[in-house]
């Protein structure tokens, strides 16, 4: 855990009045013990106390690992010199940090590990720390030239920590010449952050064709909070490297069906409805950019079906993002990243992954349910061993575990929609990994080089027999899988929108688990007791059950194709003897979307229980 923002320095309650004086333009009056910056006044005392008090409460719980003065405030003048220092005083076994972000310190404390240097105690025996001063290179956040991974190596970006990017509302960087008409800012178009878009538009990089880019743009505009970003790094990674730590980044998403539709009246069931209106944050972008014009005027519409579709659409569109988004920083020399956030506040769009979780109100679960991202970061982003491909044919594999990965194998293969068959298309043996975070190879799907050039993947695919893949109208009828191991990971090849997928129809059959099998289970608070048996007559991706029933699916977002079905559990998260009440509930209010069924067209039917069915036991 990192804890900052800590409680100190409000106006009228800060350690030194004239620094606020001069850089706000706050008035000192009432304050005449508080007139000059040396922090040894009565205010600066209480403040003192109030800092140490903080310490001492939750000093002892060891998931603290980091002090850090406050959030997106550059770390300097009395963060420095009064509020760190006196933490510094305070506790030396743990790590502080100016601010978050920050470039870290100049000097005041061990480089290795950031804890403050030794220093004796005062005359009066009391403790003492070393000056600190805080680093440049981050200025305020409102000023900031970020550059997300700083694989590009800005001059006049932070190479130790960084935010963003910070994908919300609708501030989704499509098009920047069409502006959604609801705000009149952002755009409608592509996404940026698909990894394998294969397009010379440089806002859709870091997979477009230009082989040349070797810097960030410049460009940074709050209104819509785009960080263009280049392609998957190619640099050196490794301590000895420069890096850097993602400490915040996010996309804003819808809860679920269920969740939202609890607080909204029958007529207001809509994205666009009037109550919507005063809720942060809209789902706008996200559904623009993913799925289109059609999908974005398809928030206008009132329903049951409309309102699930768009719930669903966006929720893919944020795990989409920040699987994107973790793939090109974990191909840069990063240090770590955190997402941003967890957990929702409240029924309405935000940037959690766990939805609001309160037992006594209407549609929610205890502890939340699941959004899509949320199994995704499970399953498959936030695992030790990744790999992934950019439309120009550059690969890589990491770890970033304890144990050394001497042999892997990683295969990528074709998977056709219109038949659910896949094909290999490359297979690369004998990956040597060593012991340690940050173990990463670079690789080419075809031809060339990784340390020079390769061949893009449309020429490789095109090579090995999958031009068909893109159709003349711009439809994409494919995907690749990137397996390490045994373990694989789709990547698309383009937005869902344009994704030629056939009208899938997928049923599920609920099994319940055996009371036996459910008492060997409780007191553990998670107790499976169901299966959901998935079939499907065509390929159907990201196959995203919900319900009312308290609990979470083992898995989710799952791809099925034709005579291959999956099974999933249902646990539970009440006590035993709910069981048959959960099951019940989850028999009635079962839901079944998928990318083909969110896909705008005219007959936008309602999911319905029909594809449901119940075996009693």
């Known amino acids: 855990m990192v804890y900052h923002d800590l409680m100190y320095i409000e106006q009228g309650h800060a350690p030194c009045c004239p620094y606020y004086a001069c850089t706000s333009g706050w008035s000192c009056a009432g304050n005449p013990d508080n007139t000059t910056c040396d922090c040894t ?79 004796p105690p005062d005359a009066n025996g009391l403790p003492t720390a070393a000056p600190l001063l805080a680093s440049g290179g981050q200025p305020p956040h409102n ?59 440089q806002y859709t990089l870091p997979a477009g064709r230009n082989a040349n880019l070797t810097a960030c743009p410049g460009s940074w505009t709050r209104t819509i909070d785009s960080v263009q970003q280049c392609r ?50 809209p789902a706008d972008g996200a559904v623009a950019s993913f799925w289109g014009t059609g999908a974005h005027e398809g928030l206008n519409r009132t329903g049951e079906a409309e309102l699930r579709i768009a719930c669903y659409q966006s929720q893919l569109a944020q795990a989409l993002e920040i699987q994107s988004n973790v793939g090109i920083i974990r191909s840069s020399n990063s240090f770590g990243a955190l997402t941003w956030q967890l957990n929702d506040i409240y029924p309405s769009g935000s940037w959690g992954s766990l939805e609001y979780g309160t037992v006594d109100s209407p549609g929610q679960v205890v502890g939340g349910r699941w959004r899509i991202l949320h199994h995704l970061l499970r399953r498959e982003v936030w695992v030790d061993t990744v790999a992934s491909c950019g439309a120009d044919g550059y690969c890589y594999v990491r770890s970033d575990g304890l144990a050394a ?47 020079t050039q390769c061949t893009s993947l449309r020429d490789t695919m095109a090579v090995a027999g999958f031009s068909h893949c893109w159709t003349p109208t711009g439809q994409v009828g494919c995907a690749l899988t990137v397996a390490v191991e045994s373990t694989p990971t789709l990547i698309l090849l383009d937005r869902p929108e344009v994704l030629a997928l056939p009208v899938a129809h997928v049923t599920a059959t609920i099994s319940p688990i055996s009371a036996e099998a459910n008492a060997k289970a409780v007191g553990r608070g998670r107790v499976a007791i169901a299966e959901v048996t998935l079939h499907t007559n065509a390929t159907a991706l990201f196959v995203t059950l919900s319900t009312l029933a308290s609990g979470r699916f083992s898995d989710n977002a799952v791809h099925l194709i034709p005579g291959v079905p999956r099974v999933l559990q249902f646990i539970h998260f009440g006590s035993a003897n709910t069981t048959r009440e959960a099951l019940l509930t989850l028999s009635a209010s079962l839901s079944v979307m998928h990318v083909e069924k969110a896909q705008i067209s005219p007959r936008m039917e309602a999911p319905s229980t029909r594809d449901i069915s119940w075996e009693e036991s």
Request: proline content about 8%.
């Open 41 to 119: 006044g009565s205010v600066a005392d209480l403040q003192r106390r109030e800092i140490q008090h903080q310490l001492r409460r939750l000093g002892q719980h060891p998931s603290i690992v980091v002090w850090d003065a406050c959030n997106e405030c550059g770390g300097f003048g009395i963060y420095g010199t009064f509020v760190m220092r006196t933490v510094a005083e305070e506790d030396k076994s743990r790590a502080i940090w100016p601010s978050c972000p920050s470039n870290g310190w100049v000097y005041g404390v061990q480089r290795l590990n950031s804890r403050p240097l030794p220093s």
């Open 143 to 201: 000023n900031s030239v970020p550059c997300t991974a700083c694989q590009c190596g800005r001059d006049d970006c932070s190479t130790a920590e960084h935010h963003g990017p910070y994908i919300g509302g609708s501030g989704w960087w499509t098009n920047a010449n069409t502006p959604d008409e609801a705000t009149g800012r952002g755009g409608r178009g592509p996404p940026v952050w698909m990894p394998l878009k294969d397009t010379a538009a």
């Open 232 to 281: 998957f790094a190619r640099g050196g990674v490794g301590a000895t490297v420069k890096g850097s730590f993602t400490s915040e980044f996010g996309a804003v998403a819808m809860p679920s069906f269920e969740s939202l539709s609890a607080t909204l009246l029958p007529e207001h069931l809509s994205l666009h409805s009037p109550p919507m209106a005063y809720r942060n944050w």
């Open 405 to 451: 990965e001497p042999n892997l194998t990683i295969t990528i293969r074709v998977l056709s929609f219109a038949t659910g068959a896949s094909r290999p298309l490359a297979n690369v043996q004998g990956v040597a990994l060593g012991i340690g975070a940050g173990q990463l190879r670079r690789f080419c799907v075809g031809a060339g080089d990784p340390r």
